[in-house]
């Protein structure tokens, strides 16, 4: 079973940066999309970016455009998420998610059967 792991989280000023990192074990991460997630308290969780193992595509929500940029090394089997100019709006849990089989880098939860624990990120001064 595809197992992914979450790190990188943490409190940050505004403005600052973060990476995390998303580690897969188990099943390759080869021929799937990989999304990141956030959940901040209160609200539902929403698509941030998603990218292809494959074809190297990537999506973003509008709200982290321009901000945040999705990687993959498959050789590593780790999906990264760089995040700068980060803002209070930005605080809230991160997941990883994994798909089954495809090519395309959907950003739609529910195509997302493999989630991992979730990394904190706070933006705060």
């Known amino acids: 079973q595809l197992q992914l792991v979450e790190s990188g989280g943490g409190l940050v000023q505004p403005g600052g940066s973060l990476r995390l990192s998303c580690a897969a074990s188990?099943?390759?991460?080869?021929?799937?999309?990989v999304g990141w997630f956030r959940q901040a308290p209160g609200k539902e969780r929403e698509a941030i970016s998603c990218?292809?193992?494959?074809?190297?595509?990537?999506n973003y929500a509008d709200s982290v455009k321009g901000r945040f940029t999705i990687s993959r090394d498959n050789a590593k089997k780790t999906v990264y998420l760089q995040m700068n100019s980060l803002k209070p709006e930005d605080t809230a849990v991160y997941y990883c998610a994994g798909s089954g089989p495809t090519a395309q880098a959907m950003c739609v939860i529910s195509h997302y059967g493999y989630w991992g624990q979730g990394t904190q990120v706070t933006v705060s001064s």
């Open positions: 188990g099943f390759t991460l080869d021929y799937r999309a």
């Open positions: 990218i292809s193992t494959i074809a190297g595509s990537t």
